[in-house]
């Protein structure tokens, strides 16, 4: 988890122009099945939680001109459940009303805390 806290947001330019970006995300984020009327065998309600597994994802900034098409891909699938390690302060609201954690900013890891991970 620390290793994945230090890489977030690293670049690298791998020719003029060109960078490769290291980026973690949250991959299958878990729910909570809720009671409701219309709940079937096959369909149920549910929340989507802002944890799941963590995953490290490299993207490409292409600002080269070339008309290139820039792409991200997952690299790495941790299999760490965010949960414990994320502090419930990254925790924000989406553009559709929807939690999440917030992974895009400056993020630090400390042992000694609760949740090692927090924003720096």
Known sequence: M???????????????GFVAII???????????IDHPDNTETMSYGILLPDGNL????????????GLVSIALDFLDTGIDTE????????ELDEHKMMRLRLDGKLSFDTSQTYPVTEA
């Open 2 to 16: 620390g290793t994945a806290t230090l890489l977030n947001g690293k670049s690298v330019e791998l020719v003029p």
């Open 23 to 33: 980026n973690a995300h949250v991959g299958a984020r878990r729910h909570l099945k």
């Open 55 to 66: 995953r490290i994802m490299v993207a490409t900034q292409n600002n080269t001109g070339d």
């Open 84 to 91: 414990p390690y994320f502090s419930r302060s990254l925790v």
